[in-house]
Every structure is written in C-alpha cells, then in structure tokens.
C-alpha cells in the first residue's frame, strides 16, 4: 500500500527534496510545511508553496537556512508573503542578494520589518531601488 502525504512523519517530510516539496505543495499541510529544515527548500519549492499559500508557515529554522542562491531568487511577492518572523530570519550575509527588483517593489510594511543587522547588510544598488519616499520606514537605528 502507499503512504499518504498525511502519514508522513517529521523525518520522512525533512528528507523530501526542493522538487518533491514543490510537485506535492498544494497536498501539504500547515504542520507539514512548519517541519521542512535548513537547506530543503530550493526557489521550486517556495514558489509552489506560496502558490499555495503556505509560505508563512515555513520554519524560521528553515527561512535561515535558504541558500544565497535561492534568497537571490525570491520575489518582492514572496517576500511580503513571509511572516515577519521569517523576514528577519533571512540571514543577514543573504539580505545583500536579493534583487533589486523585488527590493524596490516591497510595500513600506514589508520594509519597515527588517532588522537593523539586515539593512546594514543592503548593498548600493538595493538602497537605490527604493523608492525615496520608502527609505524611511526602514530600521536605521540600532
């Protein structure tokens, strides 16, 4: 017989691949998607997740351990999809690689929610894609 989704323990979720977790996102639960941990999510996975709605129930555990490479990929949707908890467990050595694309597309809500570490870490180039207007709401006092 074949397991279920639903019968999947905590072990067997946390050693589903990036393209496993996206092709069965719209079939995970809350619970489900909260045990994914470090390194498992790919840019796959958090699209179909967010899709999905289901990408504010990912793990803070799981958010710190993105990738460089798949923080690069994250879209200002997906960021404001984030919780703020999430947001700021973006490790602050990958705030330098979002795009400025979706930099300069976050809401004033979505910026005001990084850390002080965070935005010290904002290269040039993101500074200057936010609108002037925008710069204000974020945290530049420690």
Do not use: R
Not at 31 to 53: E, K, R
Not at 105 to 121: G, I, K, M
Request: proline content about 1%; overall charge negative.
């Amino acid at each position: 017989s074949s397991t279920t989704l639903g019968e999947l323990s905590t072990v067997q979720l946390q050693n589903l691949s990036g393209a496993q977790i996206a092709a069965a996102a719209a079939n995970l639960s809350t619970t489900q998607v909260a045990a994914f941990g470090t390194g498992q999510l790919t840019s796959g996975a958090i699209s179909a997740l967010d899709t999905n709605s289901l990408l504010s129930s990912v793990s803070t555990t799981a958010i710190a351990g993105l990738s460089t490479a798949v923080v690069a990929t994250l879209s200002s949707t997906q960021l404001t999809d984030l919780s703020t908890v999430e947001i700021q467990a973006i490790s602050n050595s990958d705030i330098s690689s979002i795009s400025t694309t979706a930099i300069g597309n976050l809401s004033t809500a979505t910026l005001a929610l990084f850390t002080y570490a965070q935005v010290q870490n904002l290269t040039a180039a993101q500074f200057a894609a936010i609108p002037a207007d925008d710069t204000s709401y974020l945290n530049i006092t420690a």
